[in-house]
């Protein structure tokens, strides 16, 4: 194959791999990089999706390559990487996105299932991490951006198997960069956990709810979660970036009150997690574009398969979702943010200073 060397505004931020990127998060994050003029390499199951988002990439400002890879495959995924080093000469950022999940009861998803899951979210990242750093660690340079979720410290309701990876993932990618600050490297592994995202994904994946999987809100839409992923990439040092202030808000009260938590969602936490109508039956049109899915969702068979369609970055809640969140940037500039509380608590102390000294005067 012949390699293809980034000319002008690529060069901005290099080669930069996503995968999941033919719909949601993954498909937002590839845009954002593109208009900052990137070499986006696209990783996914999906044709139809990752043929669109390529045309998205390409209108943004940025190069894309399109690599149809299951992340569950690991030597797919090594191929893949190796395929996108050959083409763009290297790989800058590595952003692992893609998942599986499934919304039912523990005792309702089957063995084949639960491990379905487990093998695309949580060693999906495995083995993308793993592909990215073959081609990092020599050049000592590059940034893997894990994304997750409040769901990764926070466990609940009728997720167990999407909680349990994404557990799992935080504890991996800890003692990832652990091993990376003791050997001194200047590759990074930084980490951003989301709040619940506007996406498609609730169209898709496998349910056994009687209502349609939703997410809880407050719901923010993909675009957010792609700044702070951009942002994560060009700043690595920082372990950890928290999306959203229910992000926040959740990842505290489990700090502090864990057994009050687990009791709150086992009130709310099933009503909160669907609409009150029912979903269509297996296969059954329901409106969403999904209704060629069988009951498994897409945990085997891509959603924007052969026989599907691109879903886009957005899902079905528009209406109800934000595009800004005040807690994300106060995270992204949070240097900005202490500086300005400590001027204004010296600003306060200088202030009542003066007021005792004109009044003693």
Aim: net charge positive; hydrophobic share 40%; glycine share 12%.
């Amino acid at each position: 194959m012949q390699r293809t060397r980034r000319r002008g505004p690529a060069r901005r931020s290099g080669t930069v791999v996503v995968t999941g990127a033919s719909g949601g998060v993954g498909r937002a994050t590839a845009v954002a990089f593109a208009a900052r003029g990137a070499c986006v390499a696209l990783l996914a199951r999906g044709r139809e999706g990752l043929a669109a988002a390529a045309d998205d990439v390409r209108r943004a400002g940025g190069d894309a390559l399109v690599v149809p890879v299951d992340m569950a495959d690991a030597q797919a995924v090594e191929d893949a990487a190796q395929q996108v080093a050959e083409v763009f000469g290297g790989i800058d950022v590595w952003v692992n996105n893609a998942f599986a999940g499934a919304f039912a009861p523990f005792t309702e998803i089957t063995a084949d299932e639960f491990r379905r899951v487990t093998e695309v979210t949580y060693l999906g990242y495995v083995n993308g991490t793993r592909a990215a750093l073959r081609h990092m660690l020599p050049r000592d340079h590059g940034t893997v951006v894990q994304v997750g979720s409040a769901l990764a410290y926070r466990g609940v309701p009728l997720q167990s198997a999407y909680c349990g990876a994404k557990h799992a993932i935080q504890g991996f990618n800890e003692s990832l960069r652990c091993e990376l600050l003791h050997d001194g490297s200047r590759v990074r592994t930084t980490m951003v956990q989301l709040p619940a995202v506007n996406t498609p994904q609730f169209d898709w994946v496998l349910s056994r709810m009687p209502g349609r999987a939703r997410p809880v809100a407050p719901v923010y839409q993909p675009e957010v979660a792609a700044r702070a992923i951009v942002h994560a990439a060009r700043h690595g040092r920082r372990r950890e970036y928290w999306v959203g202030g229910s992000t926040a808000a959740t990842l505290l009260a489990n700090a502090v009150v864990p057994g009050i938590l687990d009791r709150y969602l086992a009130r709310t936490g099933y009503d909160s997690q669907q609409e009150p109508r029912p979903h269509s039956g297996p296969g059954e049109p329901d409106g969403t574009g999904a209704g060629n899915l069988t009951a498994a969702g897409n945990l085997w068979t891509p959603a924007d398969g052969p026989h599907g369609h691109d879903h886009g970055s957005h899902g079905r809640f528009d209406d109800e979702s934000t595009a800004d969140s005040p807690q994300e940037w106060a995270s992204r500039n949070r240097t900005r943010v202490a500086a300005g509380l400590l001027a204004g608590g010296v600003g306060a102390v200088f202030a009542a200073g003066l007021r005792r000294r004109t009044a003693g005067g």
